[in-house]
């Protein structure tokens, strides 16, 4: 069998490779060409994937990139994982799905799967895709063609997290779409769980990410409301963990991040607008999340003042770029906004992390583009008037950080189980 997979990014190489170790050979298609070269030189540009992964799929004709949509015709089923982003007014843009469905409707063939993992709002995979496949092939979805949406559940940086174990939903737009899903992930997958519906498919995984949104925002809340009594929030999620059910712990931070958790939920207030419906919880909870980062510099602001020093002309050094800990990946990070709000009032920023040596350029924060990660020694670290710990990797050293810092806001509580002393180390 053979298949196509559109965007081979960090959603769409992990899955790529699954396929090709469970015998499927894989066409995979990116507009990005120098990704492309770089899979086909058997190259991974994601720091979770080994390149000996991509290196010995290729090497094994099980694998091979290109920019030439035309090559859909020689396969069973395309699967398109591409960008979802927001616009710069906060509303979804499906126009990466749309290109997509552009470039492969006129080679679409009688008989062909295509599946959407992208994650949306429901109805764009029966409504919005569907429009542009039938348009430019001429074939109609259900009949000519089978059509269905499949979300992506990618935990990146979870060493335990393999695609293959993770179990997959998929909704199609007839039962026989479904059908022809089952078939084509039940060869990779070990578990498929299908719905009713493309629509139903789409909407659980808008589930799944409002469900982390709200939660991260009640103990967003919860740090400053428990913070003001004197109590500290990392012991009581620590203790309340202990509750064998009913429970699932969640961690404050410095602010949401990543491609999914910040974005994924307007799309869905987006779509309910039009059937007049409101989406208060999401709302509450991206107010609470984005007021996150303003905490974390006023309570920077406190700590220096504690020192009797101004944050104007104060050192702030940010500690972990990406997102998450342990990944290279800093889309919508909030240590950017940090950066941003500690500049504006006057502070000399830098940052450190051990994945990100160099700022590459983004959309959302340009001015940052080239701005190299320090070097972690004691004589840099000391020279800060402030670290702020956005990010808790793991490669760090903290007992490190607590001998040569003489002030550290933790958003995180990476400075637990060090010996930091009084008065050094602000939890944010
Ligand atoms: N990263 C995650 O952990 C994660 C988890 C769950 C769901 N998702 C969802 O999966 C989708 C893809 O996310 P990602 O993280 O893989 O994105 P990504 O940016 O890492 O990769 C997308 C790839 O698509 C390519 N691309 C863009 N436009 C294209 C086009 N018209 N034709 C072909 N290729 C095109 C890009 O060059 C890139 O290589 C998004 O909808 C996202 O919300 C991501």
Known sequence: MKIAIVGLGYVGLPLSLQFTRSGVAVLGLDID?????????????IKHIPAEAVASAVQSGAFSASTDFSRVKGVEAVIICVPTPLNKNREPDISYILETGKSIAPHLQKGTLVVLESTTYPGTTDEDLREVLEAGSKLKAGKDFHLAFSPEREDPGNPDSKVASIPKVIGGFTPACLAKTNELYSKAIKTVVPVSSCRAAEATKLLENIFRSVNIALVNELKLVYGAMGIDVWEVIHAAKTKPFGFMAFYPGPGLGGHCIPIDPFYLTWKAREYGQHTRFIELAGEINTAMPMHVVNRTAEALNAQRKAMNGSRVLLLGLSYKPNVDDDRESPTYVLMDLLKKRGAEVAYYDPYVPVIRPTREHPHWAGTRSVNWDRGTVESFDAVIISTNHQAVNYRELSDWAPCVVDTRNAMA????????VWKA
């Open 33 to 45: 060409s120098a990704k492309v070269d770089a899979l086909n030189q058997g190259r991974s540009y």
């Open 417 to 424: 189980g060090t010996n930091s002393k009084p008065g050094q």
